[in-house]
């Protein structure tokens, strides 16, 4: 098993998301591009899918993010992300306008491994209500030892209000590639990771495409 993600690499900045149904394929793209990533990030369609295994599974090859967007009550939580992370997740991304108290057991349970919590989405939707809030739940879920925050790559001026507020923890930009957001202006912006997903494992060449944003990402840092 890999190390836990506050050891997690920072060479391409690259998150993929890994939204692939079938374990098999998921797999094989996540070690054709493993050395143009840093991390792989799984949602609940491959873990649904496939199995809790894939987590094991893929931590073999690189840094797992959960990204379950947990929101419930703090004892829920807590069987979801120490579940996870025995499991071998690097990481379990969680919602945080479920409150302080869901955000503690959170961290509290991750050990060693990091809560990354989500501030505002990065669809259109998100403006409804996330948006809103985003700036009281980013500064919460750093009081409460978040290592790191969802802000969108689709709205470029949101990581920079974030990243105001959240000083040196990490951001992960969800958004790019497909909902239109930019990998460049993401981390130009404040983010340290963008995350990408169908524009990369959707392409006919997963390899070449991840080699093509990281080096859109190498040309503004």
């Known amino acids: 098993m890999r190390g836990y993600a506050q050891h997690m690499k920072k060479d391409t ?13 998921a797999l094989a793209i996540a ?10 990030k799984i949602n609940w369609p491959l ?15 690189t840094d797992v993010i959960c990204d379950f967007k ?6 829920t939580v807590k069987l979801i992300v120490s579940n996870a992370v025995s499991r071998g997740a690097s990481a379990v991304i969680v919602h945080a306008f479920t409150g ?6 959170a961290v509290e349970a991750a050990g060693k491994a990091e809560i990354y919590a ?18 009281e739940m980013a500064a919460m879920g750093a009081r409460c030892g978040a290592a790191g925050f969802i802000a969108p790559a689709t709205r470029p001026e949101r990581i920079a209000d974030i990243r105001r507020i959240i000083g ?34 959707g392409a006919a060449e997963p390899r ?5 944003f990281e080096s859109e990402i190498r040309s503004v840092l």
Do not use: C, W
């Open 70 to 75: 947990v929101a419930d009550i703090p004892n």
């Open 118 to 135: 989500v501030t505002e989405m990065s669809h259109p939707g998100g403006k409804m209500f996330t948006a809103l809030h985003a700036e």
């Open 100 to 105: 302080e108290d869901s955000m503690v057991a």
């Open 208 to 212: 070449k495409a991840a080699r093509a």
């Open 47 to 61: 873990v649904l899918s496939a199995g809790p295994g894939m987590i094991s599974e893929l931590s073999e090859i």
């Open 31 to 40: 070690r054709d591009v493993s050395g143009h990533i840093d991390a792989v």
């Open 13 to 25: 900045r690259i998150v993929l998301a890994l939204d692939e149904t079938d374990g098999d394929k």
């Open 168 to 201: 040196g923890r990490k951001i992960l930009s969800p958004g790019v590639g497909a909902q239109g957001g930019s990998a460049a202006d993401a981390i130009r912006a404040g983010a340290d990771y963008a995350i990408i997903g169908r524009a990369i494992y």
